[in-house]
């Protein structure tokens, strides 16, 4: 490494449990890419002054995760396909001194999907209505899912997602409205929370899994912790379950590559990725 590596990095708050920057430090010191990855906690009220400072310091990328993924488009100056269309970004390019937003959320989710189940045959029920639920509900759409359902409580963002979905994908999509009880509907292959419930101090998500249909796939977009209780109720359901390390992998690795060109290796990211998630756990 020199002494002036490249930049990046991640801008999100709470910012402590995110284990990102062990799997892309140990890709760049695996691909000998001279770069560093750094890990910031960024208040909502300072997300402007985060990429502005990002440019100064002649950062080439960085991540947007909760809660800045919308928010950040206005400090950007142009958007990729994938983020337009879906509203929402995660990942930042410098190009030519512009930022370019891309999304790469949903294409690591899929691929995480893709382990257990066909993303074209799914019948989806997504927890959520944030710039995650989007970015997923677009990609299965794309996909060729058969149906989905967006859930949340302010029904109206729920219904957002829905019109777009149905407009610019042919699957079927509609939404829910998110009350004190919440039921997966019975023709349901795969349900996804989208939400940041589930994180440490944040509550729990509130389903009702008594009764599931059969081969039902829960998935969980929170990496750290690993296996929520949101996941271990659902797999004492009989559901089988996918945490959120393979989308949180996938989608990092498809970072590197944009930012440097180099298709990292996943199974040294995924053994970072996980010696990370340990060591928070049990510092």
């Known amino acids: 490494m020199s002494l002036l590596p490249a930049l990046t990095g991640s801008f999100s708050t709470p910012a402590a449990g995110n284990p990102t920057v062990a799997m892309m430090e140990a890709a760049y010191e695996h691909h000998g890419i001279d770069a560093r990855y750094l890990n910031c906690e960024v208040a909502a009220e300072h997300l402007g002054d985060a990429v502005r400072g990002a440019t100064a310091m002649g950062w080439v990328g960085f991540n947007c995760s909760l809660p800045h993924k919308v928010a ?4 950007l ?22 930022w370019i937003g891309e999304n790469t959320d949903g ?9 257990i189940a066909a993303p074209g045959e799914a ?19 794309l996909a060729g899912a058969s149906e989905i359902w967006i859930a949340n409580r302010n029904v109206t963002k729920a219904s957002d997602i829905a019109n777009l979905v149905i407009s610019q994908t042919s699957s079927a999509c509609s939404a829910i409205e998110w009350g004190t009880d919440l039921t997966v509907p019975e023709s349901a292959t795969v349900v996804v929370n989208a939400t940041s ?4 101090g944040s ?12 081969g039902l796939v829960v998935c969980d977009v929170i990496p750290n912790p690993p296996d929520t209780p949101f996941l271990q109720r659902a797999r004492q359901a009989g559901a089988t379950t996918v945490d959120g390390r393979g989308m949180l992998l996938n989608q990092a690795a498809i970072n590197i ?3 440097t060109g180099v298709d990292p290796d996943h199974d040294v990211m995924g053994k970072a990725l996980d010696i990370a998630i340990a060591d928070w756990a049990h510092p």
């Open 107 to 115: 294409q690591g989710f899929l691929a995480s999907l893709r382990s």
């Open 123 to 141: 019948r989806a029920l997504i927890l959520g209505a944030g710039g995650a639920a989007r970015a997923i509900a677009v990609e299965l759409g």
């Open 197 to 200: 419930l589930g994180l440490p």
């Open 257 to 259: 590559k944009l930012w």
């Open 203 to 214: 509550g729990d998500v509130q389903l009702g899994f008594d009764a599931i249909p059969a």
């Open 72 to 75: 950040v488009i206005e400090f």
């Open 77 to 98: 100056d142009e958007l990729a396909d994938s983020a337009r269309l879906i509203g929402a970004v995660n990942c930042a390019v410098r190009s030519n001194g512009r």
